[in-house]
């Protein structure tokens, strides 16, 4: 059967935003949803970028329409929105093709909730895995807009708890005390500490050279030229 032709599509835009909530922001002019979706046997989608109100609905279309095929999410990210992450998880977890998430860089905050959208979750051996709770950023607001995004915090931090203690199974005590670390900062982990606590599937090693070693070809060719000499020297020998 012919492999279909591959199609890329790529989401970046730049918008400003009187009040935005946020799961990692605070500013108010940003990039938008940093995204790429590859159609072709398979789907390659990368989250390189903010994940932001811009572009997210066209991702989820273009997901809906190819997702019976397997696709591969990679996942380099210090988070965004989050309920347009949120959006993104769920057209993720719905699609009955398998999907498999590739952390290649960090997993940061709404990063960590697509991420975990992942019918199977690999970390490279140094990546990053970020938890901490929503916040956001209000500008220009009166007091009835601030006790709307109060709200809207607490109840978007409490969903991130959720989600991420249904995904690895933990108490919701234990993501909670994640969350909130250090006052509200939240919590780094390493790439095996987040294997420990359920929140990837699987660490990946990476190689690394040993700059010590001498490559094979170089040894071939010393081996080579050894032998060379041993069979002169001992054809001079003969002769005396």
């Known amino acids: 059967m012919a492999k279909r032709r591959r199609k890329t599509t790529t989401w970046r835009n730049k918008t400003d935003f009187r009040f935005e909530l946020a799961n990692y922001s605070g500013k108010g002019e940003f990039v938008g949803m940093g995204a790429k979706l590859e159609v072709g046997d398979d789907l390659r989608l990368y989250v390189t970028d903010d994940i932001e109100f811009v572009g997210v609905d066209d991702l989820v279309r273009e997901l809906r329409e190819n997702d019976a095929e397997p696709a591969v999410v990679e996942v380099n990210s210090l988070g965004g929105a989050v309920h347009m992450a949120m959006q993104l998880f769920n057209a993720m977890v719905d699609r009955p093709g398998q999907t498999e998430v590739h952390i290649t860089g960090i997993a940061a905050s709404s990063g960590v909730i697509i991420a975990s959208a992942g019918d199977r979750i690999i970390a490279h051996e140094n990546t990053?895995?970020?938890?901490?709770?929503?916040?956001?950023?209000?500008?220009?607001?009166?007091?009835?807009l601030l006790e709307f995004a109060l709200e809207m915090v607490n109840k978007g931090t409490d969903q991130i708890i959720d989600l991420l203690a249904a995904r690895s199974g933990q108490k919701?005590?234990?993501?909670?005390?994640?969350?909130?670390?250090?006052?509200?900062?939240?919590?780094?982990?390493t790439a095996k500490e987040a294997l420990d606590l359920g929140l990837v599937d699987e660490v990946r090693e990476t190689p690394t050279k040993n700059r010590n070693q001498v490559p094979e070809s170089v040894l071939a060719q010393a081996r080579s030229q050894a032998a060379i000499a041993i069979a002169k020297a001992r054809s001079t020998t003969k002769d005396v």
């Open 172 to 189: 919701t005590e234990k993501i909670y005390d994640l969350v909130w670390d250090k006052n509200g900062q939240g919590t780094t982990l």
């Open 128 to 144: 990053s895995v970020m938890v901490h709770p929503a916040n956001v950023s209000v500008l220009w607001a009166d007091a009835s």
